[in-house]
Every structure is written in C-alpha cells, then in structure tokens.
C-alpha cells in the first residue's frame, strides 16, 4: 500500500509487538481491538485469500493477555490507501469465527464498495473467505454490521441478521456451508415495546444466547431474541428487555456506560455511572430485582440539571436465566472501595481507582465477574489505560496501557475465544 490518508491514519499505527513463545501461556479469551492495523505481518494465525485482479488480503491476529488489547493485522495487495473510504473494522467474533468490514471507493471514487470477510481460527491452517453482499436492491439498505454469528459443530457458521423491508420483517441468512442467503419471514412479539417503521431496536451487539438462539442488543432498551434454526414458515422473534439506566443524560453511545454478555444460559448486564454531588444519590427506592412487566424504556428518576463535581463511580451487575422473567442485582463496586497504589506510568492522587474516570465496561465472558474497563486519570485525561476488575471481590485484577479512546458509535473492543482456537498453534506468539 502507498500514499497518505488522514482518515485511515490510526490503523497505519499499530501498538509496539514483542512476541514470546506461546507455548509458556495459554489464554482462554482475550480483549480484541475493533480497530484492524494496516500490518504485513505473517504468524501462525495468517489467513490469505486472492481477491481477483492481482490483489489479495491477509489477515494475522496478535495476541496479547487481557486486559491488554489483542488486535488484527491486515495487508492488501494490490490496493492502496486511497482505496479506503474509511478505515477497517472487526464487526464481532463468535468461537473460531471473526467478521471484518472493508469500506472501499468503487470505480473513479463515486461510490462507497462495503465489503466483509469471515475469518476462521484453525490450528496452523486458519482461513478467509468473502461474504457475497446481499444484492442491488439490498446492499446499500441493510449492513452486514448488525449481523450475528452462530456456529454449528461441524465447523460451518451462519450470519444472519434481522431486517426490515418491503413493509416487513424477516431474517436473512447467510450459509458458510451452501455459500448463499436465504429469507424467512419473522415476526415480532412485543409487548411493552412499539416498533417503529423499521426495526423496534438498534443491534449494538450481537450474542450468542445458547443453542441456535441469537440475541440483537440494544444496550438502551433489550434483547431480540430468535432461533436462527427454526424451520416453522414465520419466526416468532421475543423482547427481553434491559433494567431501567440511572444514567438519566442518555449518553449518544451507549458503549460508554452498558455492556450485555451471555455465558450458558445466564445473561450479565453491567452499567457504570460517574458520580457526583451535591445532590445525593439515592439509592434507598432502587428494587434488587426487576421483572419485565415494569419496563418502561425511561430512566429512573428526571435528569440533573445542577452541574456537580464529580467524586466517585459505580458499576452494577443485573443477572438474568433465560428462562425466567426478571432480572436480579447482582454485584455493585464503588470505585473508592477497590485500593491500588500505580497504574502504568500514571500514579493516582490518593490510590484509588475512584480517581479514575472509566468507560466502555465489557464483560468477560468466561462466566465470572470480572469487567474490563477503559479509564484515564481525571487528572491526566492524554492517558488511557485499560483496566479489569473482578466484582465479586473488588480486586484489581490487571492494568495495561492501550491507545487513545475516541467516542463514535461502534463498539472499541469486546472479548472472544480466537485464542483458544489456536492455542498450540506451531510458532504462535503473544504480545507482552
């Protein structure tokens, strides 16, 4: 690749690697980087496929123990930058499964090519392949971007998503196994929540919630919930909702405060909050249990008009079975509860984390309650560092530097299992 481009800038600039043997660590899941790095860089994790036309894509993962970010290396023959309309982006991760999203310019720069690839984690002869895009009519309608993964045991995935068009709903799906999509027509069981001419919900996250049963989050309102599997001639398609969100300012990014994870069945949903006063919270009328029939979509209490200093934060678990119809509050850490003498390069005023102003929680998802969290000092607000914690404790559990955060409306990292995939691998290595 040749040339200049400030909008693709930040993935021209990938975190320094020092790579070590794999074989003295294994890591069940990690923290990737949405962000993909323009990188040739080849390991045992590399993926190729020949894209016609004398170019190719290349795509390696380096990988570093949470909560140090993991991140993806691409390297396109045959383009250059100014190919790129916008800079590439990992969409999400299930299993051994990885989607990527390139936004290129088609022929003479007058429209946008929106391209997206699957890669798959296989021991030593991992591969790539592409998504043909939804057709004229559809492509420039529907993104792939609100598409889940589910993987079958065979090796095979399906990326399906939940549409609207022509007036109705329906969820097209994608085959690794048929290589082609298919429709169904769905239909949505709603109560408490009225759809509007398109989808009911914004599908911030996509997850896995056992089975063949996919969830589309939308981190302010609730969870869709269909099975991807079914073979009845209409789907029926369900609403979990979300609890109720304190944080009354509706931030424009849902990411800086929620996060929604599934393991075996149960679902874990956290939110933070920056604390200030006067006035006081309080927390005296909050219920330690919320069913469904409560939902509302509006957050507890009016918004705060006084502008207050800020002096602490919390983070709250709700934890929920599937099977039932509430949620119940799990555990609740204050950022002054949890002591820690340095962070990186950055000692905190008085050692505590309480100083620190965190964002974008992600839960883990290997069934504890552990949260990884973006912070920076307030005090220095140029560092950033990433930061996991294990509620059930109120312990630090591990500090790493990672780059600059900017706010848009895509997620910045979330946790997979790739590594587990490829753990073993011939010459894998890790980032320190």
């Not at 074989?23 to 980087?33: K, N, T, V, W, Y």
């Not at 990527?100 to 890669?119: A, P, Q, R």
């Amino acid at each position: 690749m040749i040339g200049s481009s400030s909008i693709i800038a930040r993935s021209l600039n990938p975190p320094a690697i020092t790579e070590s043997d794999a074989s003295e660590s294994s890591l069940p899941s990690i923290l990737l980087d949405a962000r993909v790095y323009f990188v040739d860089h080849k390991n045992s994790t590399t993926a190729t496929l020949d894209t016609g036309k004398d170019r190719g894509i290349q795509v390696s993962i380096c990988f570093a123990g949470p909560p140090a970010l993991s991140y993806v290396c691409i390297h396109c023959s045959g383009y250059t930058e100014a190919d790129f309309s916008d800079e590439p982006r990992v969409v999400r991760s299930e299993k051994q499964f990885l989607l990527l999203h390139l936004s290129l310019w088609g022929t003479g720069f007058e429209e946008l090519v929106e391209e997206y690839y699957m890669y798959q984690a296989i021991r030593g002869k991992s591969k790539l392949f592409r998504i043909p895009d939804l057709g004229p009519r559809l492509r420039s309608l529907i993104s792939l971007d609100g598409f889940g993964i589910y993987c079958s045991d065979d090796g095979e995935c399906i990326l399906a998503g939940l549409t609207y068009f022509d007036g109705g709903y329906q969820l097209r799906s994608y085959s690794s196994a048929s290589k082609c999509w298919t429709v169904k027509p769905a239909h949505f069981e709603l109560e408490g929540l009225l759809p509007n001419e398109r989808m009911p919900v914004a599908a911030h996250k996509v997850i896995l919630l056992g089975g063949s049963l996919l969830g589309w989050v939308d981190l302010w309102k609730g969870i869709l919930v269909c099975d991807v599997l079914c073979q009845d001639p209409q789907l029926e398609v369900g609403f979990i909702p979300l609890p109720f969100f304190r944080n009354a300012d509706n931030h424009i990014c849902p990411w800086v405060i929620r996060d929604v994870t599934c393991t075996n069945g149960s679902l874990k949903f956290i939110e933070i909050e920056h604390l200030s006063g006067p006035p006081a919270v309080d927390e005296s009328g909050e219920p330690d249990v919320i069913f469904d029939e409560t939902y509302s979509g509006s957050p507890l209490g009016g918004l705060e008009t006084e502008q207050c200093k800020f002096v602490d934060w919390r983070a709250t678990i709700w934890n929920r079975l599937l099977s039932v119809n509430c949620w119940r509050k799990g555990f609740e850490v204050h950022g002054n509860d949890i002591l820690v003498e340095k962070l990186v390069d950055c000692t905190v005023g008085v050692s505590t984390v309480r100083n620190l102003l965190p964002s974008f929680p992600t839960l883990s998802i290997c069934g504890n309650d552990v949260v990884h969290m973006s912070s920076s000092a307030r005090l220095d607000i140029g560092k950033t560092q990433m930061i996991s914690i294990d509620m059930s404790n109120n312990t630090l559990k591990g500090v790493a530097q990672c780059p600059p955060v900017e706010v848009d409306d895509n997620c910045l990292y979330f946790p997979c299992v790739l590594s587990y995939y490829l753990a073993n691998s011939p010459g894998l290595v890790l980032r320190k």
